[in-house]
């Protein structure tokens, strides 16, 4: 949840005809007659027919494509592991380094030249940091409120995995981070990220699952630790390496429909790994890839104005399984903050050649201000979650909305204090500053935030006109006569996160949404091994990470703060432990 670009890492991959999963994918029995080769060849176009009926975008392109032909001539290299990692992200370098404590014979690869971008913030139940605070919540209320956001549109037996393993998961990273650096870890569970009816004008569940992990003997000039820096010299320490740019073109499979390994493009030319026990994706969602983005989630193309995704998250491992006979998800889910600043009259979305206008994030954009959209009404509770007004925004012109307050701000986010992320605001960025002094370089002065002496003059400088304007400052006039009768009589916002707008001077702001990364993938099982179109495992092929689906649909549950990031972490660990044996 960190406002940092997303790193490095991801790749572009997969099989030929002949290697699809057909027994597999169409749910045949262990004891059906053999297939000839004319046989399976029809249900691979059988297959790849039924994947490709919902692979098109809204103007008509196939995102899916076909999967490349490599003949066995062009491979210049073989290499023979037993378990194969392809991806060295948050997911699969845990993964990794689950396989080197285990002195299991593994590769672990990447497209990126270098270790990819950590995150922080890492969501667990029932770890004992949390135990010792005496803050433990129920999993059976965190089971539901997580199908909740999803209408149970997702898979609540793989959130078992997560539930069952996420505390020791945080456990296991401090105590290798101790082992390795020679000093004891230090665990912050977010206590603040708690409690009910706190946000969004309803009872919302916000269990304290948020957990910072971080080393003095491995940390960033923020104090932070760089969890795939710190992993990735893990493996090291521990005898195994991270080869980088390996560039995934084309898993192999057998005869039967079983991953054997996958050939990847690399700068000696073709190289083909052959895993015996199988094959691990950990190569992130899809966030740009502009063409799959628009088929799976166009709702949300709508309202993006800010990239912060990984660049190499292009969706080639989804696209390499789909080939293979697997299954995804119906559902498209993205994860977008409500912080794409832009200038006044910038419009949301992407051009026809994938362009989009971007100032990058701004962190205030997610206070519970008033918000309008470009004929001046207000659209939406405020006080929702992050992704709330981008969704409602995209139904309204232009698919942004205005941010608007007074000189008062640094005092409001103190009574709103917001969860999560968006909490950096009033524990950092406006504590004890003015606005001008947070803000006035990187955004007053670049012309993304307006200041004016009077409200007439703000809606001017924000492009308000004729009828808008006039709507503008008598949506204004309405919204300090809710803060005075302390009741939002319109959209139920909770009072206290309710705030005048009357003291100059006034400042205000568009937004669109900004997009970290797409969380819909893959299904997979509790044990995260893939699954084809009848909901059987495909053997040797297993994904973790935003590659995975099954947890998440149409949306973000911003309110369990650190989910995403603690989903990757133990579903490495454990999709690493399951093929190494070490699960009982």
């Known amino acids: ?269 073709y190289t083909q790994i052959n895993a015996k026990k199988g094959v691990i994706l950990a190569t992130g969602g899809y966030p740009a890839n502009a063409d799959m983005l628009r088929a799976r989630d166009p709702e949300a193309v709508r309202c993006i104005t800010s990239l912060n995704y990984n660049t190499n998250n292009t969706g080639a491992g989804i696209k390499a399984a789909l080939w293979a006979g697997a299954d995804m998800d119906e559902v498209g889910a993205t994860m977008v903050f409500d912080r794409g600043v832009v200038a006044p009259g910038v419009d949301a979305g992407m051009d026809e050649n994938g362009n989009w206008a971007t100032n990058g994030q701004f962190n205030l954009g997610s206070q519970p201000f008033l918000k309008v959209d470009r004929h001046g009404e207000r659209i939406c509770n405020e006080s929702a979650n992050y992704d709330a007004i981008c969704f409602a925004s995209a139904q309204h012109p232009g698919g942004v909305w205005c941010q608007v307050f007074d000189v008062n701000a640094p005092d409001d986010v103190q009574i709103f204090k917001t969860q999560g992320c968006s909490a950096n605001t009033w524990k950092m960025a406006l504590k004890n500053k003015t606005v001008d002094q947070a803000y006035g370089e990187r955004y007053i002065d670049k012309g993304l935030m307006m200041k004016a002496d009077t409200l007439d003059e703000l809606a001017d400088k924000l492009g308000f006109t004729g009828d808008d304007k006039a709507q503008f400052l008598k949506t204004v006039d309405n919204y300090n006569a809710m803060y005075d009768a302390g009741e939002d009589t319109q959209f139920g916002k909770e009072s206290y996160r309710l705030s005048a707008i009357r003291e100059a001077p006034f400042y205000g702001a568009w937004y669109g949404g900004s997009l970290l990364t797409t969380i819909d993938g893959l299904r997979i099982d509790h044990n995260t091994q893939v699954l084809d179109k009848n909901h059987n495992p495909i053997p040797g092929l297993f994904a973790v990470g935003t590659t995975s689906g099954s947890y998440y649909a149409g949306n973000y549950p911003v309110y369990l703060v650190g989910n995403c990031l603690g989903r990757q972490v133990t579903f490495g660990r454990y999709a690493a432990r399951y093929l190494a044996g070490d699960l009982k």
């Not at 699809?20 to 046989?39: D, F, M, V, W």
């Not at 957990?211 to 960033?220: K, L, M, R, Y």
Request: aromatic content about 8%.
């Open 1 to 269: 949840m960190n406002e940092a670009s997303h790193g490095v890492s991801r790749r572009s991959f997969l099989m030929g005809a002949g290697g699809i999963g057909a027994l597999a994918a169409l749910g045949l029995s262990g004891c059906a007659a053999p297939k000839n080769a004319a046989q399976r060849a029809a249900d691979v176009e059988a297959i790849k027919a039924g994947a490709n009926s919902s692979s098109k975008n809204a103007g008509g392109v196939d995102w899916l494509g076909t999967a490349p032909e490599i003949s066995s001539s062009e491979i210049k290299e073989t290499k023979d592991t037993d378990i194969l990692v392809v991806g060295a992200g948050m997911s699969g370098i845990m993964a990794g380094a689950t396989l080197a404590e285990l002195g299991a014979n593994f590769m672990i690869v990447d497209k990126g030249a270098e270790p990819a971008a950590s995150h922080y913030d890492m969501g667990a139940i029932h770890s004992k940091y949390q135990i010792e605070q005496d803050i433990d919540f129920s999993e059976g209320r965190w089971l539901n409120e997580w199908a909740r956001y999803a209408s149970f549109k997702n898979d609540q037996s793989v959130a078992r995995t997560w539930v069952e393993n996420s505390g020791a998961t945080i456990e296991w990273i401090a105590d290798t981070y101790a082992k390795h650096f020679g000093q004891e870890s230090v665990v912050e569970v977010d206590v603040e990220n708690g409690g009910d009816g706190k946000a969004g004008g309803t009872n919302y569940f916000i269990p304290p699952e948020c957990h910072h992990v971080s080393n003095p003997g491995f940390v960033n000039e923020r104090g932070q630790t760089e969890h795939v820096k710190a992993m990735t010299q893990v493996i090291k320490d521990d005898g195994g390496e991270v080869l980088y740019s390996y560039d995934l073109v084309k898993l192999v499979q057998d005869d039967s429909g079983a991953v054997t390994g996958a050939i990847f493009k690399t700068d000696a030319g």
